[in-house]
């Protein structure tokens, strides 16, 4: 089975500052992860996936992500905030069979003027 | 390519009603999931159809179905209608190892 817990269910970071998101995994098999991002009334759209290629993965909109297996760790980071990443955060895993993907708590990042 | 589609967008409905959503699919995608997104518990799998089979299922209770049809198209119903059941209803599709393609879902208010 697997399972992702995101840490801090609310970040704040002034506009430009760095953006640091953190979620670890628990997974039984290779894990696939994934980064989703929720704005209000919206659906979830996907940011970036690991799927055990290259371990440093780029997404959309700046943002990147690192898979470490010894931290079983899959944080999300960009350099500068912008005040439209303001939105709701949340990291996601599934099996390498990608059935039946599991999402984290969420995180809700706020950007500062 | 259009992205996945959900109807209604938004439902109220009245306790012990049943109510059924839809969802359709990115073309030629053949997996459809289906979560339920409320503040107190977050994002919660319900199941996952992939052709036309039910392939994993959530804990919820059996008022909970799903069904797929041989277009991809999926179809969840609820019955006998909870005030817990008022939730965003999230459908996703996928084809082979990329992540999901989520729909903007269905926002179900039960009064």
């Known amino acids: 089975a697997q399972s992702v817990t995101q840490l801090g269910s609310h970040v704040s970071v002034s506009e430009g500052a760095l953006v640091l998101l953190r979620c670890n995994y628990s997974s039984s098999v290779p894990p696939y992860l994934f980064w989703y991002v929720q704005y209000p009334n919206q659906g979830l759209q996907l940011l970036l996936k690991y799927t055990s290629a290259a371990t440093l993965v780029k997404g959309i909109n700046g943002f990147e992500a690192e898979f470490k297996k010894s931290e079983t760790s899959f944080h999300l980071t960009k350099p500068s905030a912008h005040m439209s990443d303001a939105a709701e955060y949340f990291c996601a895993v599934s099996g390498s069979n990608n059935n039946d993907m599991r999402f984290g708590a969420g995180t809700r990042l706020t950007v500062k003027p | 390519k259009a992205g996945v589609t959900q109807t209604p967008r938004y439902l109220i409905k009245t306790r012990g009603q049943q109510v059924t959503l839809s969802c359709s699919p990115i073309?030629?995608?053949?997996?459809v999931s289906w979560y339920q997104q409320t503040p107190g518990q977050g994002l919660q799998f319900l199941f996952e159809?992939?052709?036309?089979?039910?392939?994993n299922k959530g804990n919820f209770p059996g008022r909970f179905s799903g069904r797929q049809f041989s277009n991809s198209r999926s179809e969840m119903n609820v019955s006998t209608l909870e005030l817990g059941d008022s939730a965003l209803y999230l459908c996703a599709s996928r084809s082979g190892v990329d992540g999901y393609t989520f729909g903007s879902g269905t926002r179900l208010t039960v009064v």
């Open positions: 073309s030629g995608h053949r997996s």
């Open positions: 159809y992939f052709s036309e089979t039910q392939r």
